[in-house]
């Protein structure tokens, strides 16, 4: 059971608009701790995607964007595309916890 | 461009030690305010930080592995390693070696893991 809550499959058309949702509670991202996103290509190692809730690394597309609002963090995806079928982790830090810690995971699956 | 390249038995019979080493190349190990990172993802289930540590030597560990876990650095090879004690099937998964970097955006500073290794996967049975 992950201290973020993400919904276990998203799935939309070429060219649709998708999110995800990654819920936390008063320990990690209502603490104001950051939210961080990797996108995993099927049989890959995790990439980052999303930094310090909104920002994107050099070389990740605008398609993408993230946003933060109390205890929850989303991931936007526009313009779908077939190579974005993958998995879409959240990360964050719980003081609970004392640690690292990681969403279970979104698969996303274009239509 | 750095890259990390994990190394290490892929078979551990169960209440052994799991050991693994994350070669790094194109870089320096000992260069730069980075975290060297284990992070494990058990077959078809999510990613589980493991813990890190500086060239320093300095460690951090996931409470809830703090008991099991030892990481440190070897800095005349250019590596750093995990050691795992008393594996059981639980400890079966893919393991990632990842740095942990301080990236920069508009005088604010956010701690993530920017870099990561392929993987090896790690199966603990008798």
């Known amino acids: 059971q992950s201290e973020l809550t993400q919904p276990p499959s998203v799935s939309g058309a070429p060219g649709q608009r998708v999110t995800i949702s990654c819920t936390g509670s008063?320990?990690?991202?209502?603490?104001?701790?950051?939210v961080h996103w990797y996108q995993q290509l099927p049989g890959t190692a995790p990439r980052l995607l999303i930094f310090g809730n909104i920002n994107r690394p050099s070389g990740v597309p605008d398609r993408f964007s993230g946003s933060k609002s109390g205890t929850s963090a989303s991931l936007a995806i526009t313009g779908l595309q077939a190579e974005d079928e993958a998995d879409y982790y959240c990360?964050?830090?719980?003081?609970?916890?004392?640690?690292?810690?990681f969403g279970g995971g979104t698969k996303l699956t274009v239509l | 461009q750095l890259q990390l390249q994990e190394s290490g038995s892929g078979l551990v019979k169960p209440s052994q030690t799991l050991s693994l080493t994350c070669a790094v190349s194109?870089?320096?190990?000992?260069?730069?305010?980075?975290?060297w990172n284990w992070i494990r993802q058990p077959p078809g289930k999510g990613l589980e930080w493991i813990g890190y540590?500086?060239?320093?030597?300095?460690?951090y560990y996931n409470p809830s592995l703090k008991s099991r876990v030892t990481t440190s650095v070897d800095r005349s090879n250019n590596q750093f390693s995990l050691k795992l004690t008393s594996a059981t099937a639980a400890d079966t998964a893919v393991y990632y070696c990842?740095?942990?970097?301080?990236?920069?955006?508009?005088?604010?500073?956010?701690?993530?893991?920017?870099?990561w290794g392929q993987g090896t996967m790690v199966t603990v049975s008798s």
């Open positions: 540590v500086y060239h320093s030597g300095g460690t």
């Open positions: 008063n320990s990690n991202i209502g603490a104001g701790y950051d």
């Open positions: 990360q964050s830090y719980d003081s609970s916890l004392r640690g690292v810690i």
């Open positions: 990842a740095r942990g970097a301080l990236l920069s955006v508009t005088g604010t500073t956010y701690n993530t893991f920017d870099i």
């Open positions: 194109g870089g320096s190990l000992s260069s730069g305010a980075y975290s």
